[in-house]
């Protein structure tokens, strides 16, 4: 079964700084797609990227960006020019592309961003 | 306009009695989800219906009972209310292809006493 790991509970970044979090996680599978998603303190989930395992190129989205390696199973994602709107609890998940839109979520990482 | 909506935000009730939470999406999407997510921040998905069709139901209590009249709406009723039912449900939505992004509700807490 696949699996979705976040080894960081918890992350603080300065104001202005780039912190990155991680993300493993674990299939057989060749096709799939990766994501993060962030909950801010109001609670409604956001998507932040997304990442199509057959490209080899990382996605970006403005100040966000991943770095997938595809060998090693990580999908970490890179936050620059942090702002205390970012700070969140950041799940990454993973879909297999034929299992009927059922993602498989980590446990979170929760962001404070100091001032 | 909210494209997830879901209510009651807040739901405090005693164990043992019956309560439901609705969903409504205005996105036109297919594919609607009920998620919940504990005390730990741990979501983990219950069910997913894809033009009315149940597509996903993950080992949940048969206490739990979802009831899609039509694909803009995914209700959640929910019998003999137990402690361990104490969580936020999320609604959410997506087109039905995978890879797609999803639409999260705000959430419904709901605490059995």
């Known amino acids: 079964a696949q699996t979705v790991t976040q080894s960081q509970p918890e992350m603080s970044v300065q104001e202005a700084e780039t912190v990155t979090l991680s993300c493993t996680y674990d299939t057989s599978e060749s096709d799939y797609y990766l994501f993060w998603y962030k909950q801010p303190p109001s609670r409604q989930m956001i998507l932040v990227i997304r990442?199509?395992?057959?490209k080899q190129q990382n996605a970006t989205e403005n100040r966000f960006s991943v770095n997938f390696q595809k060998a090693a199973k990580s999908f970490s994602l890179k936050i620059s020019d942090s702002q205390l709107g970012d700070a969140a609890m950041y799940f990454c998940a993973y879909e297999d592309a034929g299992n009927n839109r059922k993602l498989i979520w980590g446990l979170g990482t929760s962001l404070a961003v100091n001032p | 306009d909210t494209a997830v909506s879901q209510t009651p935000k807040y739901l405090v009730t005693q164990m043992g009695n019956d309560k439901s939470i609705k969903c409504e999406q205005n996105l036109g999407h297919d594919t609607m989800y009920w998620y919940k997510q504990d005390s730990k921040k741990f979501l983990k998905i219950m069910f997913s219906y894809n033009n009315k069709e149940l597509i996903i139901n993950e080992t949940v209590p048969n206490r739990f009972s979802p009831k899609s009249p039509d694909k803009a709406h995914l209700n959640l009723h929910i019998n003999s209310l137990e402690l361990g039912d104490s969580a936020v449900y999320f609604c959410?939505?997506?087109?039905?292809?995978?890879?797609?992004?999803?639409?999260f509700g705000e959430g419904s807490r709901l605490t059995v006493l």
């Open positions: 990442q199509e395992a057959y």
């Open positions: 959410a939505s997506s087109h039905g292809l995978a890879g797609g992004e999803l639409f």
